[in-house]
């Protein structure tokens, strides 16, 4: 008779044994703890710095390309006689979508001085330049130069256009607005999205790469 | 007595009659659907909603309803993603905590069980119906999730974790194999158990329940973790195979396994229904989603007729109920 609860208790005492066990065997095998600043040095040499990278190509590979880009007037010209076969010598694109990314300079003279963006009186053609909303992909797959299939995480891929649209908004941007005014004659060089369904040659956006004004 | 055994007998086999007879019908209308691909396919694509079925059929089974599993489902990935891939920082003791994939998965389970104990707490102690604890939920768990991944994507979780989602084990994909776990499991728990008895019991009616000294609201809390940890497991799931936590992840899965669950001829008050009548109201959803895209039907189209198939089944349960 006596025996029945020191077995209930040997029962009891296995069962959180190996409950005991288990547990420590999944904590063990669930985590692992490291100092944070060693965790945020080692991080540092395997992240991807997307800003480095701009560093990076700014002077040599993607000034390169800016310079040899399409004149936009010509390109207008262009889309008038065929939008198909200008699309595909001239644009760049990440998948097999309507969408098209063109590398264009030009010469205006500016027309009015907005909030948001300048506009340029480009031969008969009205241009806009954008001088407030410098967002999305048009600088970095305009390039020609990154290719998504070279990265692993699409956010690296992804922070190459923040960190070129941040160098533009920080480096282009605030000199030309503090001296951009109506009448000045501008040299621009930079990037336009375009749609091949649904295109829209009225007033094209640019987003700037370089700006200089002549007069 | 023998028309009343007929009934019942046809009540019990009809998902199984109706499923047959929609997969009869696809593959007489599509070319593709009696492939082995596209087997696969639909049974990879119906894995999450069985999970979250099962548990959505533990809770209506006693009475209850769960509406959170979708915002819990999304939370748990996307705790189980961020630990995985960013660990946790904590600046003020210079500690950096790191998760393995089993810790990650473990972290997710055991958010999932907390928030549908929360659920179940709620439902229990402070006497919230059902419909507004689980709805109050849902809103809060979506909160989270915004909260945790910052309205972004967490991508890029490893070829490790990745394989739970897209993986194959024995010719069988992982998440199949995965569900066919958490189902056996349930049928297990809910036919071989006292807990599951008590299920049934307190489903059935919940006073006599009470008078015969089952604990009501410890059943009940358990019920609703249970349905938050399988919430958790879809979640680990969508998660492994997209490679990516979405922010708005299971948006409108817990209508799928309230039809899942209806489908398979569980009562909606409860104390009536099996694990195997939600596992075939899973793969009715499925193959008629897989069918209706296979016609080309317009999305839109393909909700109405979901819907149209929720009512009828109710139609027919409650048809069930009154010939019973």
Redesign the interface.
């Not at chain 1, 692993?152 to 956010?155: P, S």
């Given at each position: 008779m006596s025996t029945k609860p020191t077995e209930a208790m040997n029962n009891k005492a296995i069962k959180y044994g190996i409950g005991v066990v288990a547990l420590a065997l999944?904590g063990y095998?669930?985590?692992?703890?490291?100092?944070?600043?060693?965790?945020l040095a080692e991080n540092q040499q395997t992240v991807f710095n997307a800003k480095a990278y701009v560093d990076g190509i700014w002077n040599q590979d993607l000034s390169k390309a800016y310079q040899d880009c399409t004149d936009i007037s010509q390109l207008i010209d262009s889309f008038n006689q065929d939008v198909n076969s200008t699309f595909e010598k001239n644009s760049h694109a990440l998948g097999i979508g309507n969408i098209g990314y063109f590398r264009v300079k030009g010469e205006g003279i500016v027309s009015a001085v907005n909030e948001n963006n300048v506009l340029l009186q480009v031969g008969s053609s009205i241009i806009e330049i954008e001088t407030e909303f410098i967002f999305g992909n048009a600088l970095r797959d305009a390039s020609g130069l990154v290719k998504i299939n070279d990265y692993?995480?699409?956010?690296d891929f992804n922070s190459i256009s923040e960190a070129l649209n941040d160098r533009i908004r920080q480096e282009v941007i605030p000199s030309f607005r503090s001296k951009v005014k109506e009448g000045d004659s501008v040299k621009f060089e930079g990037a336009i999205e375009l749609n091949k369904v649904h295109l829209n040659l009225d007033q094209l956006e640019v987003i700037p790469f370089t700006l200089q004004i002549s007069s | 007595m023998i028309s009343l055994k007929k009934n019942f007998n046809i009540a019990q086999f009809q998902s199984l009659i109706a499923l047959f007879v929609l997969c009869l019908a696809l593959a007489l209308l599509t070319d593709n659907f009696m492939t082995t691909d596209n087997f696969w396919n639909v049974m990879r694509q119906i894995s999450v909603n069985v999970c979250i079925s099962v548990g959505m059929t533990l809770v209506v089974l006693t009475a209850g309803i769960d509406l959170s599993v979708g915002s819990i489902l999304a939370f748990c990935g996307a705790v189980t993603a961020g630990l995985l891939k960013n660990g946790l920082s904590i600046p003020s003791l210079n500690l950096f905590i790191g998760f393995t994939v089993l810790g990650a998965i473990v972290a997710g389970f055991l958010i999932g069980g907390g928030l549908g104990f929360v659920n179940g707490y709620a439902v229990t102690k402070f006497k919230v119906p059902p419909f507004v604890a689980t709805l109050a939920m849902l809103t809060m768990a979506r909160g989270f999730t915004m909260l945790w991944t910052k309205g972004h994507p967490i991508t890029g979780l490893g070829d490790s974790f990745g394989f739970l989602g897209t993986g194959w084990f024995l010719g069988i994909p992982m998440p199949v194999w995965i569900s066919g776990i958490v189902v056996i499991t349930a049928v297990i728990l809910t036919s071989k158990t006292r807990f599951g008895r008590y299920i049934y019991a307190i489903g059935g009616n919940e006073n006599a329940s009470r008078l015969s000294g089952i604990p009501i609201n410890k059943v009940k809390i358990w019920v609703y973790s249970i349905a938050g940890l399988l919430a958790a497991v879809g979640g680990v799931l969508v998660t492994a195979r997209l490679d990516s936590a979405q922010p708005n992840a299971g948006i409108s899965y817990e209508l799928d396994a309230i039809a899942a669950v209806v489908i398979g001829g569980t009562s909606l008050s409860g104390g009536r229904g099996t694990i195997w009548g939600t596992v075939l109201g899973a793969i009715i959803i499925g193959v008629l989603n897989n069918g209706l895209i296979l016609m080309n039907v317009s999305p839109f189209w393909q909700q109405v007729i979901k819907g149209m198939v929720i009512l009828l089944a109710v139609i027919i349960d409650k048809s069930n109920q009154k010939s019973e």
């Open positions: 999944v095998n669930s985590i692992y703890i490291q100092p944070l600043d060693q965790k692993e995480d699409t956010a | -």
